[in-house]
Each structure stands twice: as C-alpha cells, then as structure tokens.
C-alpha cells in the first residue's frame, strides 16, 4: 500500500513539473504592445481669427514654440506649424493661451466672445462652412478662418 501511494505522489509531482516546466512563455498583452512614436512631419497651415470684424494678431512672444507637435514661429504669426502626424486644430489651440469652443472663444487677454451675446462664433476651413473644424486633422496648406461676429457673406469672404 505504501508503494501505491508513493508511486501515485511521484506521477502527481511529476505531472505538475512537466506541466511547470514544460509550459511557453508567452508574453504579457502589455509586453505585446509595442508602442509607436508618432509620425514626424513637417507642413504648414495658416489661421485667422476676427473678433467683431477687428484681426487677431499673434506676433506676442506668449503665443510662440508651446507645442512640439505644433506651434507657431514669431516670423510667422498667423500659421502653423505641423510636425507631428494627426494634430488636431483643437490639440493645437489648446497649446495656445486662450480658450476655444465651438460656442466661445476667449483671448489670452480674458476677452469673451461667445454665440448669442451680439454675435456668433462662425467657423470656415479651406473656404467652406465648417462648425466641426476643432475636431478636423490640420493638413498641409489647410486655411481656416474663425470669425465673431454679425458679418454678412462679403465681410466674411474678405476676411478669408
């Protein structure tokens, strides 16, 4: 009786270190994501904003180089550049010191501009009519135009 036993604990043993041993390592999900950097390029786009008819120069040095992604240069106030693939315009006025929304916007002074107090916030892309635009990938050569205001279609094709 004791040799069954012994004999059954020795298979036993032996099953749990073929099945210890034996198993593959297979790596981990997290091991398994291999994480990508983003993709380099470089392109630029250009932007305007108009408040009540006025322009919105950037040239202050508070608006430049905050994003290695994309950013603005002093010689070139009003565009930007790209150097990462899939910028949002949203992702790149967040670099910006003020706020946009699709309903406000407010200056890096503290200026309000928001739609239904004397005006509304009219966004355009590459010409067109485009409330969306905040969330549209900057491309190359890409043009928009944010504008508050009560401006009629000439006033907004001379601001383009």
């Known amino acids: 009786m004791r040799k069954i036993i012994a004999i059954i604990i020795v298979i036993v043993i032996s099953g749990f270190g073929y099945l210890f041993f034996s198993k593959k390592s297979t790596p981990s999900p997290q091991q398994n994501k291999v994480e990508k950097q983003p993709e380099r390029v470089s392109y630029d786009a250009s932007f305007a904003i108009f408040t009540n ?5 950037f040239s202050a040095s508070m608006y430049h180089n905050l994003s290695p992604h994309a950013y603005i240069q002093s010689g070139e106030p009003n565009k930007v ?12 006025f967040k670099t910006l ?4 929304t699709k309903e406000c916007l407010t200056t890096g002074l503290g200026e309000t501009f928001c739609t239904g107090q004397g005006g509304s916030l009219k966004f355009y892309l590459n010409g067109e009519r485009n409330d969306n635009v905040l969330d549209e990938v900057i491309h190359s050569g890409d043009s928009i135009l944010i504008s508050f205001g009560n401006e009629n279609e000439a006033q907004i094709k001379e601001q383009m």
Do not use: A, S
Not at 53 to 57: A, K, Q
Not at 81 to 92: A, I, L
Not at 97 to 100: E, G, H, I, V
């Open 53 to 57: 008819g006025i322009f919105r120069d």
């Open 81 to 92: 550049q790209v150097r990462k693939k899939g910028v949002t315009w949203n992702d790149f």
């Open 97 to 100: 010191p003020f706020k946009l």
